[in-house]
Nanobody
Framework: QVQLAESGGGLVQAGGSLRLSCATSVSIVSFNVMAWYRQAPDRQRELVAT???????SYGNAVAGRFAISRDNAKNTVYLHMNNLKPEDTAVYYC?????????WGQGTQVTVAS
């Protein structure tokens, strides 16, 4: 059973930084792709960033140039480094992967950016 656990959310002022972590219950090298999504109140869940097992990354247009995704295989953890945060980044952030044709989500971590 795959379990994902996010941490690192909180309240930050606009222009500040946060680092989110997603710890996995199984070896991270088992996953071809891992991703971060976010969902703001009354909005659809949107893709923030992805990273492949080979380290190839991609980003949503709203965060490109400000956020960076990385992975530490030894710690079975994926990170989301968020810089120059804006109030519109306020959302619950979720870690996601697909393993053996099943989708897995973490419980989410709240990020609130104050103006």
């Amino acid at each position: 059973q795959v379990q994902l656990a996010e941490s690192g959310g909180g309240l930050v002022q606009a222009g500040g930084s946060l680092r989110l972590s997603c710890a996995t219950s199984v070896s991270i090298v088992s996953f071809n792709v891992m991703a971060w999504y976010r969902q703001a109140p009354d909005r659809q869940r949107e893709l923030v960033a992805t990273i492949t097992s080979g380290g190839i990354t991609s980003y949503g247009n709203a965060v490109a140039g400000r956020f960076a995704i990385s992975r530490d295989n030894a710690k079975n953890t994926v990170y989301l480094h968020m810089n120059n945060l804006k109030p519109e980044d306020t959302a619950v952030y979720y870690c996601y992967t697909n393993h053996r044709s099943r989708d897995y989500w973490g419980q989410g971590t709240q990020v609130t950016v104050a103006s």
